[in-house]
């Protein structure tokens, strides 16, 4: 049954290597963004028409279901500009081994902008406006450093690791650079590893050079945006 959002919600299908989906659902559309979660786990979370499936990348754990979204006839977005149902779409480019993009939203009826980032070790991009910032802190560098020192973890894997996905640090960096332009009201930490990362120790960090509300995203959450 659609349900008419007042306030604009974004749910957790899901986060990290097992799989990245989320959803956010406003005024009475949805808007899907990656599709790593199967459709039927996705459904679950979804509140009112299907505007569009967004992609960021095409590995596994952030497209596996892309295909199954098609065969129902939804609309799905990679590296294109989009203006749908009062949301406007922009895509970023984002360093990966693989093409990869970062999306800037509009949610027209809300006056929200929202970026999502995720997959990267770099950010070289501040927004003019910025409401949330939806950004990987895959791990910590203390934490997957002393893996590697004690070898618990194979070296090509934390090799790749350190190239290709977002530290802490170096999400600090990219908050303290935006705060300087726009300070977003929200931060939603995604794709964080359940090894080398710590939910306390990035809320404490993140307080320390942010004002913004701080989630540390679990799947099933949800969250309301309008709440600032």
Known sequence: MKRYHSNLELCIVGTGSAGNCYVINYVDKSLIIDAGMSVKKTL???QGKITAVIVSHFHVDHAKY???WIARGVKVVFNRSEKIDNI????FELPHDTQNFGYYICFDEYNHYLAYITDTNEVNYTFSRLDTLMIEVNYIDDIIERSFLNEK?????????TNEHMSLN????VIMKQDEVYKPKNIIVI?????HSDEMEIIEKLRKITAANIYVAKPGMTINLQIF
């Open 191 to 195: 794709h964080t590893s359940d090894r």
């Open 153 to 161: 973890i194979d070296p090509k894997q934390y090799q790749r690791i």
């Open 170 to 173: 170096e999400a600090i960096k």
């Open 44 to 46: 679950a979370f979804v």
């Open 88 to 91: 406007k779409i922009k895509p």
């Open 66 to 68: 892309v295909n199954d």
